[in-house]
């Protein structure tokens, strides 16, 4: 089992993602979360004491963010995880966030706006137990908001989860339009835990990731891109492979970014190499190259290009 997370803040100490969550367990189950506070719908501040005591401000995005880290760590340490986990989840959630809310109420804020929300924050994660008997992984997908879940293969990555966004727009729509936020964690207000099981039978690699990591790219297709390059830039080993991803995120993105990736079937890096080495020059012919050429700059080009890649991720995800 190979493994790491990235946390990245734009500001040190106000970052509004929360640190990653990734946990094994002692029955081959493990777990990959990741949180992004919503600093816009959550930019009310609370005065709090930080772990020395001292007196600190802190938004309401940064402490949700923390807030369903806490939740969802717990949930899985100390549950009876079953089918209905994410139902479960789902009440913790806002049982845990309203009497929480509750605890802060006594701070009023001159934030009057409709556009504020309680507490709100993003939540995508991916509950997986491995079966080795039968050489498959279960999986269980479940998000709010428009954080992230990919399973990677040799045919690419697919996005496993949908974005909770006004409008429905497709990923790259959502790069050139930005879309609100239409469904999140929060205190005060409803919002819905979604969740798909799903069994892979080959080797993989799972992703979560915040806005942060692909949000801040020309098309989604760099960011599988962004994925390769970084994976055979990595020579001794998998660690090796952290730091270069962890640096090419940092240099595009314009926010916060945190990212969980698990690989699975693989003996080493060099097997992971060699997993996606077709893979690595069919997306750069593909995909990549046409849209480095200057000559090809149109929105016709990058749509036609992405309906391709996107109708990749449909097939891939129907056969699942």
Same mark, same amino acid.
């Given at each position: =089992?190979?493994?790491?997370?990235?946390?990245? #803040?734009?500001?040190?100490?106000?970052g509004e993602d929360a640190p990653p969550t990734l946990l094994t367990g002692d029955d081959d189950t493990?777990?990959?979360?990741?949180?992004?506070?919503?600093?816009?719908?959550?930019?009310?501040?609370?005065?709090?004491?930080?772990?020395?005591? #001292?007196? %600190?401000?802190?938004?309401?995005?940064?402490?949700?963010?923390?807030?369903?880290?806490?939740?969802? #760590?717990?949930?899985?340490?100390?549950?009876?995880?079953?089918? !209905?986990?994410?139902?479960?989840?789902?009440?913790?959630?806002?049982?845990?966030?309203?009497?929480?809310?509750?605890?802060?109420? !006594?701070?009023?804020?001159?934030?009057?706006?409709?556009?504020?929300?309680?507490?709100?924050?993003?939540?995508?994660?991916?509950?997986?137990?491995?079966?080795?008997?039968? &050489?498959?992984? !279960?999986? %269980?997908?479940?998000?709010?908001?428009?954080?992230?879940?990919?399973?990677?293969?040799?045919?690419?990555?697919?996005?496993?989860?949908?974005?909770?966004?006004?409008?429905?727009?497709?990923?790259?729509?959502?790069?050139?339009?930005?879309?609100?936020?239409?469904?999140?964690?929060?205190?005060?207000?409803?919002? @819905?835990?979604?969740?798909?099981?799903? @069994?892979?039978?080959?080797?993989?690699?799972?992703?979560?990731?915040?806005?942060?990591?692909?949000?801040?790219?020309?098309?989604?297709?760099?960011?599988?891109? =962004?994925?390769?390059?970084?994976?055979?830039? @990595?020579?001794?080993?998998?660690?090796?492979?952290?730091?270069?991803? @962890?640096?090419?995120?940092?240099?595009?993105?314009?926010?916060?970014?945190?990212?969980?990736?698990?690989?699975?079937?693989?003996?080493?890096?060099?097997?992971?190499? &060699?997993?996606?080495?077709?893979?690595?020059?069919?997306?750069?012919?593909?995909?990549?190259?046409?849209?480095?050429?200057?000559? &090809?700059?149109?929105?016709?080009?990058?749509?036609?290009?992405?309906? =391709?890649?996107? !109708?990749?991720?449909?097939?891939?995800?129907?056969?699942?």
């Amino acid at each position: =089992m190979m493994y790491f997370t990235i946390w990245t #803040e734009k500001i040190v100490g106000k970052g509004e993602d929360a640190p990653p969550t990734l946990l094994t367990g002692d029955d081959d189950t493990f777990i990959l979360a990741v949180y992004d506070g919503l600093g816009g719908a959550g930019s009310r501040v609370y005065t709090l004491p930080n772990e020395q005591g #001292e007196i %600190w401000e802190y938004s309401g995005a940064y402490l949700a963010s923390r807030l369903a880290k806490a939740i969802v #760590e717990e949930f899985y340490l100390t549950a009876e995880l079953t089918e !209905n986990f994410a139902e479960e989840l789902q009440i913790v959630l806002q049982n845990d966030f309203n009497e929480y809310s509750q605890q802060l109420d !006594n701070q009023s804020s001159k934030l009057k706006s409709k556009l504020i929300r309680l507490l709100p924050t993003t939540l995508a994660g991916i509950l997986a137990e491995e079966n080795s008997e039968e &050489n498959l992984v !279960n999986a %269980w997908v479940f998000w709010a908001g428009d954080s992230r879940c990919y399973i990677w293969q040799k045919e690419g990555l697919q996005q496993l989860s949908e974005d909770d966004l006004t409008g429905k727009p497709d990923a790259l729509a959502n790069l050139e339009q930005d879309a609100t936020i239409s469904n999140c964690v929060q205190a005060g207000g409803e919002f @819905s835990l979604h969740y798909r099981a799903f @069994s892979f039978a080959e080797p993989s690699i799972l992703i979560t990731a915040t806005d942060g990591c692909f949000g801040y790219l020309p098309t989604p297709m760099h960011f599988e891109y =962004m994925l390769l390059q970084t994976l055979f830039k @990595s020579q001794s080993d998998f660690e090796d492979w952290q730091p270069h991803l @962890s640096e090419a995120i940092t240099q595009v993105t314009g926010d916060d970014a945190s990212l969980c990736l698990w690989a699975w079937g693989f003996e080493d890096l060099n097997a992971i190499k &060699n997993y996606f080495s077709n893979r690595h020059s069919i997306l750069y012919q593909t995909y990549i190259k046409p849209l480095e050429n200057p000559d &090809n700059q149109s929105d016709n080009l990058k749509n036609e290009l992405w309906e =391709m890649y996107k !109708n990749s991720w449909v097939s891939a995800k129907s056969a699942s």
